[in-house]
């Protein structure tokens, strides 16, 4: 009676399933889940940590426009916070993101108290990369 629900994974929408899950697979550093992955099913497709607990699902569909926040239009609906270490790692990431076919959003990296870059994924939907406060200027690349 007392126990809470588990969450299991989140669920994206998109319209090229396969595509969006290798993009969060080669990103995040995840596994296609066993049985789950997109030549089992390219409609659904899950995506586990390196323990094999699902992470991240990626969910085929027809037509799903793309997120244009912070525009106004399409709001952005759901979106994913990744903690990094500081701000290295946090351009090292945006690069990688980049690499596999992000774009950003909002770089607000040298907000010394909130420092963060927010991109979209391939299929458009935003994520977040934050960095802990900065102390000072130390540390800051100008």
Not at 77 to 103: N, S, T
Request: contains cysteine.
């Amino acid at each position: 009676m007392g126990e809470f629900p588990r969450l299991i994974a989140t669920v994206l929408d998109a319209e090229d399933a396969p595509a969006l899950a290798a993009f969060w697979r080669d990103y995040l550093g995840l596994a296609y889940r066993p049985g789950q992955g997109p030549a089992d099913d390219p409609g659904f497709i899950v995506l586990d940590d390196d323990t094999g607990s699902p992470k991240l699902a990626v969910q085929q569909v027809a037509s799903l426009p793309a997120p244009t926040w912070p525009a106004a239009g399409t709001p952005a609906q759901m979106h994913l916070d990744l903690f990094v270490p500081g701000l290295e790692a946090q351009q090292h990431q945006v690069d990688r993101a980049i690499g596999l076919g992000a774009r950003v959003l909002d770089d607000r990296s040298t907000d010394a108290a909130d420092p963060l870059v927010v991109l979209a994924d391939p299929a458009g939907h935003p994520f977040c990369l934050i960095a802990p406060p900065v102390a000072g200027d130390e540390g800051r690349a100008q």
